[in-house]
């Protein structure tokens, strides 16, 4: 029997985040840790918030810290492996 799970891989927005954030890279190292772990990916894709409230939330953020850093978006990886006996 099958197991899935689904992981979030959260970005940094702002200046820090375009410097200092490699989103292939963050991607590909999360999934290697959940192969470790014995997951396999099987499907993945971006992360956009629509809460309007949440959006409104992450531009103030962006002004109080001077455009350095707000969280940003991400992405979903759906992962599944055999379920253990």
Known sequence: MKENKIVRISLSGGLI?????NPRATLERRIQEENRAGWSAIYFSAHRDTNVFIAMLQIVVLFITFFLWTWGAGYLVLLEREQPS
Not at 17 to 21: D, E, I, Q, R, S
């Open 17 to 21: 985040g375009v410097l200092t954030t």
